[in-house]
Nanobody
Framework: QVQLVESGGGVVQAGGSLRLSCAAS????????MGWFRQAPGKERELVAA???????AYTDSVKGRFTISRDNAKNTVYLQMNSLKPEDTAVYYC????????????????????WGQGTQVTVSS
């Protein structure tokens, strides 16, 4: 089993940037596809970005061109660089890991992920 710990959340003004990190431990990190999800109050948890074991990436439409997901297998860490932040990006952001997907697949649904972090709060003020 893999353990995931997010960090990097905080309060930022609209137009600002944050970088979230998710450190993994317990199993071989490179064997997992990784995803970032977010959940705003009263809303469903939604996928923000995903990265396959091979490094392929995918994004939800609302963050394309603003957010970048990346991974460093040597550091067992996945990142989410968030630029041009908007108030509607305010949410708790969760890191997730999926071991089952094929090497090049970016898992896009919540049910595909097996392991979750505890979340980190991102607040964007207007």
């Amino acid at each position: 089993q893999v353990q995931l710990v997010e960090s990097g959340g905080g309060v930022v003004q609209a137009g600002g940037s944050l970088r979230l990190s998710c450190a993994a431990s317990g199993r071989t990190f490179s064997n997992y596809a990784m995803g970032w999800f977010r959940q705003a109050p009263g809303k469903e948890r939604e996928l923000v970005a995903a990265i396959s074991r091979s490094g392929n990436t995918a994004y939800t439409d609302s963050v394309k061109g603003r957010f970048t997901i990346s991974r460093d297998n040597a550091k067992n860490t996945v990142y989410l660089q968030m630029n041009s932040l908007k108030p509607e990006d305010t949410a708790v952001y969760y890191c997730a890991a999926d071991q089952a997907s094929f090497f090049t697949i970016t898992p896009m649904t919540r049910d595909e992920y097996d392991h979750w972090g505890q979340g980190t709060q991102v607040t964007v003020s207007s």
